[in-house]
C-alpha cells in the first residue's frame, strides 16, 4: 500500500534584528600614576623573546652609535605615558566604533577622588569627542581615595534615559592606581547599564597591591552591570596590550560571549608555528644541513 511522501521540513530562518545603539560614557582615571611611563616595545619584544637577535652589536664603550654619513644615530624615543596611550586608546576606539555605526554617541568623565563628566550629554560627532579626548590630562596630585559612587549615580541616570530611547547604556571606566583600592556606597538597584574595566598597573611589590584592587574591581562589576561586561587587565606597560584590550571592547555587550571564552586576539607566530609542525608530520621535507 501506497503511503503519502513525508511532507518537506520547514525551512528555519532567523529574522534580522537591529542592535540597539550605545551611549558609552568613558570614565578616566587622572591620578598621578597615570602619568607613569610605559615601556617601548621594541626593547620588549627583543627581551626574552627566545629568538636570536639579528642586530648590529652595540659600539665599544664610550663610542656613540653612527648614522647614515658617519652622523650620529638619533636617540631612543622619549617614553610614552600611560596617559598619552589613554587617549590614543579612546581616539581608536571612537572612530572605529562611529564606522560601525554612525548612531553610537560618546561622553566622558575623569576619575579623580570621585567622578566628573568633562561635558554633560553625549553624542556622536567624532570632533566633539577628540576635542573632549585632547583635553583629558593626568593630575600632579596622588589621591587619597577613589570613589566610583557618583560614576554610578550619573550612569544610572543616563541609563534610565538610554532606556527611554531605545538604546543601551555603557560605561567604560579604565583605572591606573596599584595600590587605592576603589570604593562605592551604591545600594542594589535594577541595573540598567553595562560595566567594562580596562586597568593598567604596576607589577606587585611591596609598596603595591594591585590584586586587591583587581578584586575589588571585579565586585564592582558584577554589583552594577546589567549585561556582560569584561575586565581586562596589564601590568606590562605596553601601549600595544592597551590597544588590543581596547579593539575587545568594541564588542557590543548582546553579542558578547562571556570573558572566560574569549580567545582572540589570535597570535599569529604561534598559529604558524602550529601549520609548520603540522606540516611537517606529514611528511614534508625538512632540512638537515647543520
Not at 560605561?171 to 545600594?187: A, E, G, M
Not at 578584586?215 to 569584561?230: F, M, R
Request: hydrophobic content about 35%; overall charge neutral.
Amino acid at each position: 500500500m501506497a503511503t503519502d511522501p513525508a511532507p518537506p521540513a520547514a525551512r528555519y530562518s532567523l529574522p534580522p534584528v537591529r542592535l540597539p545603539a550605545e551611549d558609552i560614557l568613558f570614565c578616566v582615571d587622572v591620578d598621578l600614576e597615570a602619568r607613569a611611563e610605559m615601556k617601548a616595545a621594541a626593547s620588549t619584544a627583543s627581551s626574552g623573546s627566545g629568538t636570536p637577535s639579528t642586530a648590529s652589536p652595540p659600539p665599544p664603550s664610550g663610542q656613540q652609535p653612527a648614522g647614515a654619513g658617519g652622523a650620529r644615530a638619533p636617540g631612543p624615543r622619549p617614553g610614552v605615558r600611560r596617559m598619552d596611550a589613554v587617549r590614543q586608546a579612546l581616539l581608536l576606539f571612537v572612530h572605529s566604533k562611529l564606522a560601525m555605526c554612525p548612531d553610537h554617541r560618546f561622553a566622558f568623565a575623569t576619575l579623580g577622588e570621585t567622578a566628573s563628566m568633562v561635558k554633560k550629554g553625549f553624542s556622536s560627532d567624532s570632533g566633539s569627542a577628540t576635542e573632549a579626548i585632547h583635553s583629558l590630562s593626568a593630575s600632579e596630585t596622588k589621591y587619597a581615595m577613589a570613589d566610583l559612587t557618583e560614576l554610578f549615580k550619573i550612569a544610572y541616570q543616563e541609563g534610565k534615559r538610554a532606556e527611554l530611547e531605545s538604546r543601551l547604556l555603557r560605561v567604560v571606566l579604565i583605572y591606573c592606581r596599584s595600590s587605592t583600592k576603589p570604593q562605592h556606597q551604591w545600594p542594589v538597584k535594577p541595573k540598567n547599564f553595562t560595566l567594562d574595566i580596562i586597568y593598567l598597573h604596576d607589577k606587585p611589590s611591596a609598596d603595591n597591591c594591585p590584586q586587591k584592587v583587581y578584586d575589588t574591581l571585579v565586585d564592582a562589576l558584577e554589583h552594577v552591570s546589567q549585561y556582560e561586561g569584561y575586565i581586562l587587565e596589564t601590568g606590562q606597560g605596553l601601549a600595544r596590550i592597551l590597544f588590543r584590550q581596547m579593539c575587545i571592547l568594541l564588542s557590543h555587550p548582546l553579542q558578547r560571549c562571556i570573558q572566560d571564552d574569549i580567545d582572540i586576539p589570535k597570535q599569529v607566530a604561534k598559529k604558524t608555528l602550529v601549520v609548520e609542525a603540522a606540516q611537517n608530520e606529514d611528511g614534508a621535507p625538512v632540512s638537515s644541513q647543520q
